[in-house]
Nanobody, 118 residues
Framework: QVELAESGGGSVQTGGSLRLSCRTSIYNFNDFNMGWFRQAPGREREEVARLGREGQTTYADSVKGRFSISRDNAKRTLYLQMDSLKPEDTAMYYC????????????WGQGTQVTVSS
């Protein structure tokens, strides 16, 4: 059973930083592609970043240059470093996972709230 547990959310002012963590129960974590999504009230869910099992990364245009996704395979943990935060980054952030052969992210965490005030 795959379990994802996010932490690290909170409230910061514009320009601040936060580091989200996602601890997983995935025993073969190395074989999973991982990512972060976010959803703000009244807005559609948005893919923020993803990190493949071979280290390839993609980012939403809105966060390029400010966010950085990484993973620690030994700790089976995913991270999202968020710098230069803006009020429009305010959202619930979800850690997601999928097997390398899967077409979509099948596993979702409960989410962690990020609030950026101006």
């Amino acid at each position: 059973q795959v379990e994802l547990a996010e932490s690290g959310g909170g409230s910061v002012q514009t320009g601040g930083s936060l580091r989200l963590s996602c601890r997983t129960s995935i025993y073969n974590f190395n074989d999973f592609n991982m990512g972060w999504f976010r959803q703000a009230p009244g807005r559609e869910r948005e893919e923020v970043a993803r990190l493949g099992r071979e280290g390839q990364t993609t980012y939403a245009d809105s966060v390029k240059g400010r966010f950085s996704i990484s993973r620690d395979n030994a700790k089976r943990t995913l991270y999202l470093q968020m710098d230069s935060l803006k009020p429009e980054d305010t959202a619930m952030y979800y850690c997601v996972a999928k097997e390398w052969w899967s077409h979509e992210f099948r596993y979702w965490g409960q989410g962690t709230q990020v609030t950026v005030s101006s």
